[in-house]
């Protein structure tokens, strides 16, 4: 396994659009988490699977965000009816939980709303 | 509210000299800690963690040093090489590991 992967690197759409962003973690994690970062800021945090379980969820996701992580392998990060202020890289990590806490992340999807 | 901050922007040193990357964090119930280097293009790569039991963690040319008093952390790079030219960021959690919060980055540049 050669690390946390996302698909895809670049999309762009028009607001309005629905986008769909995929994250296979490391084969062995258990724990796989979603960061957005703008340009300037670090990774803010939006959300984290434990197995299939969502566990937490920032005030920064709206009800246009949804993730899921079905059988706890893969996830998804849907964005309904996007918006120009959805433009960001949108990061996913993984993390093998009760191991440790290091987090390894994949090389981002980068969302341009025109 | 950022609680997790990197208030050098950029930094620039000479090859082979020590470069000091700061963070501070305001919130007391941090206890475990993580340094990322980003390069353009790629997500951010671990490099480093520490807890809050050690105030010193080495691994390599890479020191990260704890304070736990003055909430602040800092990633020593000895000696500094071209390659370690990128963004670093710091990253802080409480003991659960459930969210991370990142400082804003700190521009690394080594000159040859």
């Known amino acids: 396994d050669t690390g946390v992967s996302q698909d895809p690197r670049h999309k762009i759409t028009k607001r309005g659009q629905n986008v769909t962003f995929r994250c296979d973690p490391i084969s062995e994690h258990n724990r796989l988490y979603w960061y957005r970062q703008t340009l300037g800021q670090g990774p803010e945090f939006l959300t984290y699977f434990q197995n299939e379980a969502q566990l937490e969820k920032s005030r920064l996701l709206s009800d246009r965000f949804s993730a899921e992580r079905p059988k706890g392998s893969f996830s998804t990060l849907e964005i309904q009816r996007t918006e120009q202020g959805d433009s960001a890289m949108y990061l996913c990590?993984?993390?093998?939980?009760?191991?440790?806490?290091?987090?390894?992340f994949g090389p981002g999807t980068r969302l341009t709303v025109t | 509210d950022q609680q997790v901050k990197q208030n050098s922007p950029s930094l620039s040193v000479q090859e082979g000299r020590i470069s000091i990357l700061n963070c501070d964090y305001t919130n007391s119930m941090f206890d475990y800690f993580l340094w990322y280097k980003k390069y353009p293009a790629e997500g951010p790569t671990f490099l480093i963690s520490i807890s809050s039991i050690k105030d010193k963690n080495e691994d390599g040319r890479f020191t990260v040093f704890l304070n736990k008093s003055a909430k602040h952390l800092s990633l020593h790079i000895v000696p500094s090489q071209p390659g370690d030219s990128a963004v670093y960021f710091c990253?802080?959690?409480?003991?659960?590991?459930?969210?991370?919060?990142f400082g804003t980055g700190t521009s690394l540049t080594v000159i040859p």
């Open positions: 990253a802080a959690s409480a003991r659960t590991g459930n969210q991370f919060y």
């Open positions: 990590a993984s993390s093998l939980f009760g191991d440790s806490y290091e987090q390894y």
